[in-house]
């Protein structure tokens, strides 16, 4: 089975903060996803990579940097944390078509 | 236009009816189609793949594809109250792990027992 395993289920953390969001994968794959979903905006996605210490900005990179230093773990970093970047994160892999999810990390922002 | 759409809902039926989603698209290029299914505070959990047209069947569900009319379906039959989840469609242009996916905004179903 694929495994895709994010460091944190919840997190809270202060306006300005540095956040750093795990991702974690078993499958030895290239393409390593994170998007966030919010309601009525479905999901976006923010940066991806398709190798080791390679990145693409996704659809709204703004606030958000990424690190892979490791083919097995792709970082979401959110430089400095602001309430509208609440919102639930989902790092995915993506095999020969399908993406494969892990179980998200719900982020609040206070 | 969106290049994806899909119906948000709410949808709400009795246990053991049939369930049809539905999700248009604009680009012709897709040529994969995926159904998700999201449990509340979970992850998607891929359910279905079908590549170009036609249909796919996988126990109590059913995928379809409709390319001339860039239109995909996903039906289930004999609905369960453990269905009640959100279901997204997915689609890609082409085959290989470079291609992102294309998603739409997801259904809210519930089955009620």
């Known amino acids: 089975d694929v495994k895709v395993t994010q460091s944190s289920r919840y997190l809270v953390k202060r306006t300005g903060e540095k956040v750093f969001l795990e991702c974690v994968q078993d499958?030895?794959?290239?393409?390593m996803f994170w998007y966030r979903q919010d309601p009525g905006l479905g999901l976006r996605l923010i940066y991806f990579?398709?190798?080791?210490?390679?990145?693409e900005k996704g659809d709204i990179p703004e606030g958000y940097s990424v690190s892979r230093e490791k083919k097995e773990r792709f970082s979401l970093i959110l430089e400095s944390a602001s309430t509208n970047q609440t919102s639930m994160y989902l790092c995915a892999i993506q095999g020969n078509t399908e993406a494969f999810f892990g179980q998200g990390t719900r982020l609040t922002v206070v | 236009q969106k290049e994806v759409e899909q119906d948000p809902g709410p949808l709400s039926v009795p246990e053991g009816a049939i369930v049809s989603l539905n999700c248009t698209y604009s680009n012709s290029a897709f040529q994969y189609f995926m159904w998700y299914r999201q449990y509340s505070r979970k992850g998607p959990e891929l359910l279905m793949y079908t590549y170009s047209s036609g249909n796919k069947e996988d126990g109590r569900f059913t995928a379809q594809v409709d390319k001339s009319s860039k239109y995909i379906s996903l039906f289930i039959r004999d609905s369960q109250p453990s269905d009640s989840a959100t279901y997204l469609c997915a689609m890609s242009r082409s085959g290989g792990s470079n291609y992102k996916l294309t998603f739409g905004k997801g259904t809210l179903l519930t089955v009620n027992p």
């Open positions: 990579s398709y190798d080791v210490k390679m990145k």
């Open positions: 499958m030895d794959h290239e393409n």
